[in-house]
């Protein structure tokens, strides 16, 4: 089995970016920060973006691998 560190890296790598919402759907991962923040600690330049949400108040991030 796959950790979620791993996953997530795979699917950026083919993907470029993700929401949390996208990351519940597909792994039922409630923690994107933290994960994003181990694979920043890895050396993977991952960036995030505060996009506005769309109907309602508030933003969500979106998270871009740059590098790795």
Do not use: C
Not at 19 to 26: C, G, H, N, P
Not at 31 to 50: E, W, Y
């Amino acid at each position: 089995i796959m950790s979620h560190k791993t996953n997530l890296l795979k699917y950026l790598q083919k993907n470029g970016n993700i929401t949390s919402i996208e990351a519940f759907k597909k792994w039922e991962m409630t923690r994107l920060a933290d994960v994003v923040f181990r694979l920043k600690k890895d050396g993977h330049v991952i960036t995030t973006t505060l996009v506005p949400n769309k109907g309602h108040s508030g933003k969500h991030a979106v998270y871009t691998l740059v590098e790795g």
